[in-house]
């Protein structure tokens, strides 16, 4: 049993370790990720007050309930943009290595195949940390609602939101590897989850069926908790179901994910697969 613990918190560290020193190889991507909602936010708020002409912000009162808009986009994009950086890093984390030709060294360590994934999830989380403290921090700032106590409980939600996110990535990742499209696969998923989660938008646009959707993703749950809290305090209470419903799915979307992985490797394993680049 500690043999076995050793081993799998050995491979933990080393692909954590190895993930961040390529990671920080190409640093500017730390840039990019923090320009890209900022962007995005001014590009739809430019988008929605040309389209909507005088109305446009009377409208988006009503269906958002508040008026700051560029802060209401901002957090939803920030949100995304980190939800798209876990489904590409961790989503893709056996292509990855099987592009690097590293996967079939990896697949023979002496150490469970599933540190690989903890491993990369850790190096994920560390390398991207900085990018959402600063975001959160300067959105709020700019956005005129800042304050230490708010930033605290506001980052809390970001985490318990994204943590799901980890096992809906590992499940992706899993089944990508079975796929000759993986890259596709993501950019496909990256681009639903932008569409059903609200992001730049109320969910309450959308047809009834498709909330119902909606409800079943956290980062849906994330954004509303977000929003609402930042913008929105005296209805927080209402939501506050959604605290719930995202500790259920911190529980079992990482369950799903590791089983789904963990079958993907035994399956890899029989059939041979780990050897094909």
Partial sequence: MVDSLTRFFNGVIATAYKELKISLRYSTWILTMFAAPYILSILMQSIGSYAGGSEAYSNFLAYTGTENMFVYLILGALLWMMAAVIMWDVGLLLNNERWR??????????????????????????????????????????????????????????IIGLLPLYGIGLLFGALSFRSRRSYSVVNILNTTLAILSGSLYPIAVLPVWLQFVSNL??????????????????????????????????????????YTFNMADRQARRKGDFAKY
């Fill in 101 to 158: 030709g590293t996967l079939e060294q990896n697949a023979m360590a002496p150490v469970p195949f599933i540190s690989l994934a903890v491993g990369f999830t850790i190096a994920d989380i560390l390398f991207t940390s900085p990018i959402l403290i600063i975001g959160v921090a300067s959105s709020l700032f700019i956005g005129g609602v800042f304050s230490l106590t708010s930033f605290f409980q506001i980052s809390l939600l970001f």
């Fill in 217 to 258: 993703i956290p980062l849906t749950h994330a954004t509303i908790l977000v929003r609402t809290f930042s913008l929105l305090p005296q209805f927080f209470l209402s939501e506050s179901w959604r605290l719930l419903f995202l500790v259920f799915m911190i529980v079992i979307y990482p369950l799903i994910g590791i």
